[in-house]
């Protein structure tokens, strides 16, 4: 029985209270102590738990403001309705909704424990994977529409307008939704026997190699080089133009409004990638020690890198996107 090891090191002390508080931390914590197969409890101190706690509810806080600052501005302000700026939008919502769901990760990770059955465990895990591939699916979009603006400026209105962008956007929450559901379902979560090698109260996916390297591919390494290979096109060009009305601007010739609009698209285009950069510097290393033996405190630390950025990305709107950082300076 789960209780007996309390009562032993209480007989171990014959009666003695100090020893019986000294022994009592070593007592083993079950999730769920009436359950002969629940998991074990992580072993930390109240002090330490209280904080985890703290910071994971000012970084979901946090998360969830300043996303919605950035969602309302863009839905408020028509000057905002533009293609890139949708995309944008819909980068937040899954920002935001990132934010929501920190509190319930956070419960895991601090206790390992899921205390919310094991259909909600389901959902939670097709939740956290589609706002995952949605991220990513919107940065892609995010890296066309700038390639784009900036190497065919002139192909832009007609190329890339708002109906398109929308359907886009639904197309790739639709996807994302699809391929977490199936990346769930076929890796046996709702499968009884494969759930039988799992301890009561665990909320883990049991993936083979095979699937997390399939996995890493498509929904990361394919998108990721495809974002970059857009990026460095985007910078040669962006380069050439910037040198061209520099050149323009010092012999003090005319610069007409085509070369100042690619100067500002040029801008966004850079600005655009440091969200591409800051995604990536967050990513790539939990992937590669996602397929090497690492300690789990190692992976629960680059897991919550990963959800730091949920909350980065509004910032750099803020900081350095000159439409909308004027925008929310004014709201």
Not at 70 to 80: D, E, G, R, Y
Not at 176 to 201: E, L, P
Request: overall charge positive; charged content about 15%; some cysteine.
């Amino acid at each position: 029985m789960k209780g007996q090891d309390g009562e032993q090191n209480k007989l171990l002390t014959g009666g003695d209270s100090h020893m019986a508080y000294d022994t009592k931390d070593h007592e083993t914590h079950y999730c769920f102590p009436a359950i002969n197969s629940s998991c074990i409890k992580r072993k930390r101190s109240r002090h330490e738990s209280n904080i985890m706690y703290m910071f994971f509810s000012l970084l979901s806080a946090w998360t969830v403001f300043l996303n919605l600052l950035v969602i309302i501005s863009i839905s408020h302000f028509k000057k905002l309705h533009t293609p890139t700026n949708l995309i944008i939008l819909s980068l937040a919502v899954a920002d935001m909704l990132f934010g929501l769901v920190m509190p319930i990760e956070a419960s895991r990770l601090i206790e390992i424990c899921w205390y919310f059955g094991d259909t909600f465990c389901g959902l939670s895990l097709i939740i956290t994977g589609l706002l995952i591939s949605v991220s990513l699916s919107n940065l892609v979009l995010i890296a066309v529409d700038r390639y784009v603006a900036v190497c065919h400026p002139l192909l832009y209105p007609q190329k890339i307008t708002t109906t398109k962008t929308l359907i886009s956007i639904c197309l790739s929450w639709v996807f994302s939704t699809t391929y977490s559901t199936a990346f769930v379902i076929n890796n046996g979560y709702f499968d009884i026997s494969r759930k039988s090698d799992m301890c009561y109260g665990e909320c883990t996916i049991m993936n083979d190699f095979a699937w997390r390297v399939t996995d890493l591919i498509v929904s990361f390494i394919f998108p990721c080089i495809l974002i970059i290979s857009l990026y460095l096109r985007i910078f040669y060009v962006v380069h050439q133009q910037v040198k061209v009305i520099n050149t323009l601007m010092k012999d003090g010739k005319c610069v007409n409004e085509g070369s100042v609009r690619r100067k500002s698209e040029s801008k966004a285009a850079l600005t655009l990638g440091i969200i591409v950069t800051v995604y990536l510097l967050c990513w790539i290393p939990y992937n590669i020690c996602s397929l090497s033996a690492v300690s789990s405190t190692t992976i629960n630390v680059l897991t919550w890198v990963l959800y730091i950025n949920s909350g980065l990305n509004p910032m750099v709107y803020a900081l350095f996107y000159p439409g909308l950082k004027r925008q929310l300076n004014s709201s």
